[in-house]
């Protein structure tokens, strides 16, 4: 991972960094989706379904226009989510599939905090970057996000963002830029002062750099190589804390 990483420190430092909500602080619960494999009679190892996610958000390819194909994705998204925990035998795929569909469509499920996380967000923080939150959400992300104590707009129990721009309240999802645009407006920053740290290239750097902004991949796996889709280049890191260590 190290070496994706190259050329990234000598890179002008940004005045803000701008964050995902899922694969960045959240991810399916694993617990929940083991029941719902379970359902479909094939069990799985929870502990398994972290690397599913990442591995899943391969599938994400580059849009074209700013319209994004979220049925064709989705579908992707599924069909290697689940061949990820295991999920081969063509006899068992469309009901294992049924159920994890019915499971994703349920509210709460992107509830499971990924270890480390929190600690990546402080240490962000600790730096001075500024930080602002860009998510694709049911618009409901701020008020999730100050309950758990993980973070708020200004002084609070969490960690102090300037804003939350959710596509459920705003009316915008990546990857169109316009999103983005809304939090540097009310940042009153450029997109070439900002990073942006998401999990699915084709959402988040594609959206990203649409918008001006540098993109980075939380890539525990290294799934994705090469570091780029249809001219978004990004840079993939392991976590939050790698961010936060390149602007230490």
Request: proline share 8%; hydrophobic share 45%; glycine share 10%.
């Amino acid at each position: 991972m190290a070496s994706t990483l190259r050329g990234v420190a000598d890179a002008p430092r940004p005045a803000a960094v701008l964050l995902d909500i899922g694969g960045v602080f959240h991810l399916p619960d694993p617990q929940r989706i083991a029941a719902a494999c379970l359902r479909a009679e094939h069990p799985i190892d929870p502990t398994a379904v972290p690397r599913a996610h990442y591995r899943a958000c391969t599938v994400f390819d580059h849009p074209g226009g700013i319209d994004a194909p979220w049925s064709r994705w989705w579908s992707a998204y599924l069909r290697e989510f689940a061949a990820s925990l295991g999920v081969v035998d063509p006899d068992v795929i469309r009901t294992v599939l049924e159920h994890l569909g019915e499971e994703f469509t349920t509210g709460g499920l992107w509830e499971y905090e990924i270890p480390g996380a929190r600690d990546g967000l402080a240490a962000l923080a600790a730096t001075g970057v500024r930080l602002g939150i860009v998510s694709n959400n049911d618009g409901e992300a701020l008020t999730r996000l100050r309950a758990i104590e993980l973070a708020q707009v200004g002084p609070g129990t969490g960690t102090a963002v300037e804003c939350v721009i959710d596509s459920g309240a705003v009316g915008i999802e990546k990857p169109d830029p316009r999103i983005f645009e809304l939090a540097l407006v009310s940042m009153q920053l450029r997109g070439d002062e900002c990073w942006y740290v998401g999990d699915m290239p084709g959402i988040d750097a594609v959206g990203a750099t649409r918008a001006g902004l540098r993109p980075f991949i939380i890539d525990p796996y290294d799934d994705h190589d090469p570091k780029f889709i249809e001219g978004a280049e990004f840079t993939a890191v392991p976590d939050l804390a790698a961010v936060a260590a390149l602007l230490a």
